[in-house]
Nanobody, 123 residues
Framework: QGQLVESGGGLVQPGGSLRLSCAAS????????MGWFRQAPGKEREFVTI????????YYSDAVTGRFTISADPAKSTVFLQMNNLKPEDTAIYYC????????????????WGQGVQVTVSS
């Protein structure tokens, strides 16, 4: 089964930027749609953004619209999340996931998940 590995997390000051990467390994993933979720301490995992490799369509949660940008390099089976103007409330573990169908806002619609990467926004 294919695996997803996130990288690029860390500690950043408010207003700063980070770029997360999600690389697929193992068997070729069957979906051309990938998403990012995040989970803050004590909260449920929430949708951040999604991209379709073929159409280029993207969708963002209201919380990150205008600050985050998702992109992909299909040849390298890698998805990126550029995060700008980070805020303390963006602090969370960020997960990439392969979309499997259904409501893209729901975690149950994703078939394969990465292990997550910590993003901490603090002065």
């Amino acid at each position: 089964q294919g695996q997803l590995v996130e990288s690029g997390g860390g500690l950043v000051q408010p207003g700063g930027s980070l770029r997360l990467s999600c690389a697929a390994s193992g068997r070729t993933l069957t979906s051309n749609t990938m998403g990012w979720f995040r989970q803050a301490p004590g909260k449920e995992r929430e949708f951040v953004t999604i991209i379709n490799y073929i159409s280029g369509s993207t969708y963002y949660s209201d919380a990150v619209t205008g600050r985050f940008t998702i992109s992909a390099d299909p040849a390298k089976s890698t998805v990126f999340l550029q995060m700008n103007n980070l805020k303390p409330e963006d602090t969370a573990i960020y997960y990439c996931a392969q979309y499997g169908g259904g409501n893209y806002l729901l975690t149950s619609s994703y078939a394969v998940w990465g292990q997550g990467v910590q993003v901490t926004v603090s002065s």
